[in-house]
Structure formats: C-alpha cells, structure tokens
C-alpha cells in the first residue's frame, strides 16, 4: 500500500472520529440534554434580537452595541464552548479550530430562525 494510500485512511478515519465524536456531544449539547438546553438556549434572545450572532469557529459573537449581560453571557458561553472543544481536540488529535467549525455546523442547525452567521471570510448571512 502506497503511503499516500495510507494517509488518506488515516484521515479519513479521522474525520470521521472528529465527526463522529463531535456530532454525538453536539445533540447532547444542543438538543437532547436537559442541562443543555438550560446552558445554551440563553442565547436564543439575543440571537433572535440580532444582537448576538455565530461564527465559523464555533463562537459566539456579540454584533453592535450590547448590554454588559449580554457581554457577559457571551463570554461564559465562549469559554465553556473553547474548554469543550480544546478537549475534544486533544482526544481527537485535531486543532481546536476544526473541532469548533464542526460544532459550528451543529449550533447553525439548532440556532432559531433570524440568527447571523458570520463566515469565515468575514460576511454575514442570517438563518
């Protein structure tokens, strides 16, 4: 087997790790768990407010002038997002960059209708 043969396995079998993976923690984070609902749905008014909106990394961002708690929620979503993913990251032998963009795929399906999405060229598109 040639070694460019053995490399594509070896990628594939970890995207599909990383996919896997992060699509199973994704419906316990944004959709079947309890405890989930009540950590993120916080955001869900101020994402439907405009005033928050996503990016392609799997973060949260705050768009235009907001309240300190709306600041603050941002932040503490942030970090919890940044701790999970440098976890996921470091079992799956990926960069926290590519954890985030896959948990961003899952937070874009479960956002409510009106939220921006930022891209990762900078522009930004609502659901």
Same mark, same amino acid.
């Given at each position: 087997?040639?070694?460019?043969?053995?490399?594509?396995?070896?990628?594939?079998?970890?995207?599909?790790?990383?996919?896997?993976?992060?699509?199973?923690?994704?419906?316990?984070?944004?959709? *079947?768990?309890?405890?989930? =609902? @009540? !950590?993120?749905?916080? &955001?869900? #008014?101020? $994402?439907?407010?405009?005033?928050?909106?996503?990016?392609?990394?799997?973060?949260?961002?705050?768009?235009?002038?907001?309240?300190?708690?709306?600041?603050? *929620?941002?932040?503490?979503? =942030? @970090? !919890?997002?940044?701790? &999970?993913? #440098?976890? $996921?990251?470091?079992?799956?032998?990926?960069?926290?960059?590519?954890?985030?963009?896959?948990?961003?795929?899952?937070?874009?399906?479960?956002?409510?209708?009106?939220?921006?999405?930022?891209?990762?060229?900078?522009?930004?598109?609502?659901?």
């Amino acid at each position: 087997m040639s070694e460019q043969s053995l490399s594509f396995k070896r990628l594939n079998r970890r995207q599909w790790l990383v996919g896997a993976g992060a699509a199973a923690l994704g419906l316990a984070l944004f959709g *079947l768990s309890p405890r989930a =609902n @009540a !950590e993120v749905r916080p &955001l869900d #008014a101020p $994402r439907v407010a405009g005033t928050v909106g996503e990016r392609y990394d799997g973060y949260a961002v705050t768009r235009g002038t907001v309240t300190p708690d709306i600041t603050a *929620l941002v932040d503490k979503v =942030n @970090a !919890e997002r940044k701790a &999970l993913y #440098a976890e $996921r990251a470091k079992t799956q032998g990926v960069s926290i960059l590519d954890i985030g963009k896959i948990y961003a795929a899952e937070i874009i399906k479960s956002a409510p209708a009106g939220t921006w999405f930022l891209s990762e060229s900078g522009q930004w598109a609502q659901k």
